[in-house]
């Protein structure tokens, strides 16, 4: 599936490495994990780490524990701290712990003067138990590879490859079944009672939101200021969550290319069809013929497609980009595409990634979305998916078909949500967001009885923290007082 993290600086990415070292001890009782107490141990100068013990199997504590690596940025006023505020990047995959070291880039002075502000790598990702499944050149295969299957041919080394995937995160990882987001959601509150907070204040931004939402449904007395921004709309089915993704990623894309054509150096030409046409011609040329590179690397169909997708997460970095990818394109040339598809990934240039998110990712999202439907279905489906979404659809009908091959997925726990019932919380959403398209916003916004929908008439992904005074100030008054507005707001960017 394509999604995509939130964007942030990880200059010493590296440098910040788990307390834990050694296989933790498991706790006997559910109330011990709940009374643990967290010892903090000063790291990267202003900043406290620690480690959180969370069971397993919350259905057989026997099972053992997993270490959740944690760190804190204190607030700067601690005698009028209001308390923490837990925040989570997205993913599945992105850490919270980086997310947290980037505490001064994520939100204002305000914020950081009264809130400790908190992130932890849930279960699965970066630090904390993480999930294993390709080495680096693997995963660079993997990225590379035909990414729709458009005869029997293909489909059956589709078929292959999810099988082999999965068969190699199973020899990497234990307890793989137990990844999932609502064992997340409860891990959470454990961390809300280690952080001694009567109640929880959080975050989420994209994927982050899903979790906030589980937590919300789990413990809606335990609630706190929730800011959810970039909102998934937890009931929607694989099917309709795939086909919306696709559909907000060729309304982004078709914004990009209207602010392109405008541009003399813009490689696209004529109207909007027509340029639509020449993007489909360069995919369909590069899944015989990649593009060049200056490292050698060829630039796939597949990484094109990355690349397109990563751009189109914010408007003023990624599109300028873009349109030289687009540039080069005509010459043979891919490195720009390169660039935005290794950005994507999380690729450094000497080929290794910052992280294990891609696996995370594939992992968490299997679990907490179990396919069902039949190949055939699938099939029919993709006809759909290619008329409303012309450029992406075809890549993304198949998302999500691997995950059966994930051992004992149907054994996976899942829940229904309907209505919550808990502290008024702040929603926003985003016009043209191309990962978490806007109508999921305004899902999510009923089903959190009493919650605001704030949204950002704007590009690019969730609307946070992204040039908006208007959406910024909002969030700043609802986390610094719990006093949401009067109504919903709608900002310009």
């Known amino acids: 599936m394509i999604q995509k993290k939130i964007a942030v600086v990880v200059s010493l990415f590296l440098l910040l490495t788990s307390c834990a070292t050694t296989k933790p001890e498991p706790l006997s009782s559910l109330t011990q994990y709940q009374s643990q107490e967290l010892n903090w141990q000063e790291c990267h100068q202003n900043y406290q780490c620690a480690t959180l013990l969370v069971p397993i199997n919350y259905a057989d504590l026997s099972v053992g524990a997993f270490s959740l ?41 305000e914020i950081l003067e009264r809130f400790d502000i908190v992130g932890f790598d849930p279960r699965g990702v970066g630090e904390s138990a993480p999930i294993k499944c ?14 729709k299957p458009d005869d029997a041919v293909e489909l059956d080394q589709l078929i292959s490859d999810a099988q082999e995937y999965f068969k190699k995160c199973a020899a990497n990882t234990k307890y793989l079944i137990d990844y999932s987001t609502l064992n997340s959601a409860r891990d959470l509150e454990i961390l809300r009672s280690a952080l001694g907070d009567q109640k929880l204040n959080y975050l989420g931004k994209s994927y982050g939101t899903y979790l906030g939402t589980l937590y919300s449904e789990l413990f809606p ?56 046409v020449q993007i489909k011609e360069l995919l369909a040329k590069t899944s015989i013929t990649p593009l060049s590179s200056k490292s050698g690397r060829k630039v796939t169909e597949g990484l094109v497609v990355f690349g397109i997708a990563s751009a189109l997460y914010d408007s003023a970095s990624g599109w300028p980009v873009l349109r030289d990818a687009f540039k080069e394109a005509t010459l043979g040339r891919g490195e720009s595409f390169l660039v935005l598809a290794d950005q994507y990934a999380g690729r450094t240039k000497n080929g290794s990634y910052l992280s294990n998110e891609n696996d995370a990712l594939q992992v968490i999202d299997c679990l907490d979305h179990k396919e069902t439907e039949t190949l055939a279905s699938i099939k ?19 998302s999500g078909f691997a995950c059966r091959y994930l051992p004992n997925i149907s054994s996976v726990e899942q829940i229904d949500i309907k209505k919550i019932e808990a502290n008024p919380i702040l929603i926003v959403g985003t016009t043209r967001d191309p990962a978490t398209p806007y109508k999921w916003a305004q899902s999510l916004a009923k089903i959190f009885a009493g919650s605001v929908l704030i949204t950002l008439n704007g590009d690019g992904h969730t609307g946070h923290g992204r040039g908006s005074t208007c959406v910024d100030s909002a969030v700043d008054h609802y986390l610094l007082t719990g006093v949401t507005p009067n109504s919903e707001l709608f900002c310009a960017k």
């Open 69 to 109: 690596a944690v760190l804190r940025y204190p607030a700067l006023d601690q005698a009028h701290r209001i308390g923490s505020l837990v925040v989570n990047p997205g993913g599945p995959g992105a850490s919270g712990v980086i997310y947290a070291y980037n505490a001064e880039n994520i939100v204002s002075p």
């Open 134 to 147: 390709l080495s680096d050149a693997e995963t660079d295969a993997s990225f590379a590879a035909d990414p």
């Open 221 to 276: 007395g335990s609630v706190g200021r929730f800011v959810l921004d970039g909102a998934v709309d937890p009931n929607s089915s694989n099917r309709d969550a795939l086909l919306g993704q696709a559909i907000g990623f060729d309304l982004a894309l078709n914004a990009f290319i209207t602010d392109c054509l405008k541009n003399s150096s813009c490689a696209l030409t004529g109207n909007q069809s027509a340029a639509q």
């Open 380 to 398: 029919k489906s993709a006809i759909d998916f290619s008329t409303k979404a012309p450029i992406f659809g075809a890549y993304l009908a198949y």
